[in-house]
């Protein structure tokens, strides 16, 4: 059973433009989202999160929504850069579940110059 | 954040031998994780590591097959044993700070 559900393997998006990775998840019992980006060869790099008592959070380039009655979040990189080309992960966790992460398979994102 | 050092960062293993993964955070943290990531797919749970307790395994892990050390605040080792083929994957050590997580770099490991 995927709790965690990134629908998209991958997306493709010019330069400029603005990229949104969108994670679905189904256990309702999840309090805290986190964005992961990571490059081949290295380990996931922490991006942002949200709290379920939020609807939005921003960093920078980085936004992320949440929407509790749909069980849906999206991550929206604006503008886009070509670094920004890489996995992008969700994962979930529950304040039960004492720290563990449930992850999404992943979204690929390229962005074209 | 913290830094994460995992060791080593890739290693090429002969099937029925064991690999032991060293994870070192430069700060001290109560909660230590280790996941795996299997080749196209995404990251799962191994276990979870305290410090001064038994590491608690999610299912389909078990203690004999992947077994854990965590003998201080800032370091933690996972054992890889007996390995198969079915074992190749990268696994990544995470630390929690406040209510997120970080990650090493991954050790990716190949069986033969």
């Known amino acids: 059973d995927q709790q965690v559900k990134q629908n998209s393997p991958s997306l493709s998006v010019q330069e400029g433009r603005i990229s949104i990775l969108n994670c679905d998840y189904t256990?309702?019992?999840?309090?805290?989202f986190l964005w992961y980006k990571k490059y081949p060869a290295e380990g996931p790099t922490f991006l942002i999160s949200i709290s379920s008592i939020k609807d939005k959070n921003e960093d920078g380039r980085f936004t992320v929504f949440l929407n509790k009655s749909a069980k849906h979040l999206s991550l929206h990189i604006v503008p886009s850069q070509p670094g920004d080309s890489a996995v992008y992960f969700c994962a979930a966790s529950g304040s039960s579940n004492t720290g563990k992460l449930i992850f999404g398979q992943g979204t690929t994102l390229q962005v074209k110059p | 954040s913290a830094v994460i050092s995992q060791k080593p960062s890739r290693d090429i293993c002969q099937r029925g031998t064991s690999l032991t993964i060293q994870c070192q955070v430069d700060?001290?943290?109560?909660?230590m994780f280790w996941y795996r990531q299997q080749p196209g797919q995404s990251l799962t749970l191994i276990a979870t590591a305290n410090q001064g307790s038994e590491a608690t395994y999610e299912s389909g892990f078990v203690i004999d097959k992947f077994p854990i050390s965590r003998p201080n605040l800032t370091f933690s080792t996972l054992t890889v044993s007996n390995m198969s083929p079915e074992d190749s994957s990268i696994y990544l050590c995470?630390?929690?700070?406040?209510?997120?997580?970080?990650f090493g770099a991954g050790t990716r490991l190949s069986v033969l």
């Open positions: 256990n309702s019992m999840f309090d805290y």
């Open positions: 700060s001290q943290v109560t909660m």
């Open positions: 995470s630390v929690e700070l406040g209510p997120n997580q970080y």
